[in-house]
């Protein structure tokens, strides 16, 4: 039963990464990062947790060596990852509003179609890659997953977090796919 519940708790990972992706397309397939892979991981153990009949604290007990203690630390440090990760994220979509104003973003399509001639020819994540905010939003978002890391090490035994380290690096990372996002303008006429 615990095999069956992980597996459905990465089919969700899946899911979410998917729609994750999608908002930090690249060009072509790039390797996730992993602060998005220890989301995916966290954003998975919430959502199970919150199902009604919760099997989670056996499955944490089966694939971590979790006991009830460390699994209710896992989620209380996992909530504290998720959280600081949504605020930078609105911070990072304040930010790009307050530098580029009405550029097309690239993960939303606009209401109705936008000549590329009224607005600046490239899109917020290709303006952000350019000046550089890509780079800063990426590098706080790995320094909150560092700290959230030296969290969970303090925490629990060495052999729980290499278990929860490994399935988010071997488990949860490989099957994220980072997709690219077709233009949402339309070409000058």
């Known amino acids: 039963m615990p ?28 390797a996730a ?12 153990l919430v959502f199970y947790s919150q199902r009604p009949g919760s099997q989670l604290n056996k499955m944490l007990a089966a694939q971590y060596g979790l006991g009830s203690a460390e699994a ?12 600081a990760i949504k605020r930078i994220e609105m911070d990072a979509k304040a930010e790009a509003q307050r530098r580029y104003g ?8 606009p209401k109705e179609p936008v000549r590329r001639s009224s607005i600046s020819d490239k899109s917020v994540r290709e303006r952000a890659l350019e000046d550089g905010l890509y780079a800063q ?18 925490k629990l ?21 980072i997709l690219t996002a077709p233009s949402q303008a339309l070409p000058p006429k």
């Not at 095999?3 to 992706?21: G, I, P």
């Not at 998005?36 to 998975?44: P, T």
């Not at 209710?72 to 959280?83: C, I, K």
């Not at 009405?102 to 399509?109: D, G, I, L, M």
């Open 157 to 177: 035994d060495a052999l729980q977090f290499d278990r929860i380290r490994q399935w988010v690096e071997n488990s949860v990372t490989p099957r994220i796919k």
């Open 137 to 154: 939003v990426e590098a706080v978002k790995q320094a909150v997953l560092d700290g959230h890391i030296r969290t969970l090490q303090a």
């Open 3 to 30: 095999r069956f519940v992980l597996s459905t708790l990465v089919l969700l990972a899946l899911q979410v990464a998917r729609n994750e992706a999608a908002q930090v397309a690249s060009q072509g397939q790039a």
């Open 102 to 109: 009405n550029a097309v973003p690239a993960s939303s399509p």
């Open 33 to 44: 990062p992993s602060w998005m892979a220890w989301k995916v991981f966290h954003d998975s």
């Open 72 to 83: 209710q630390l896992l989620m209380s440090a996992g909530q504290t990852y998720l959280d």
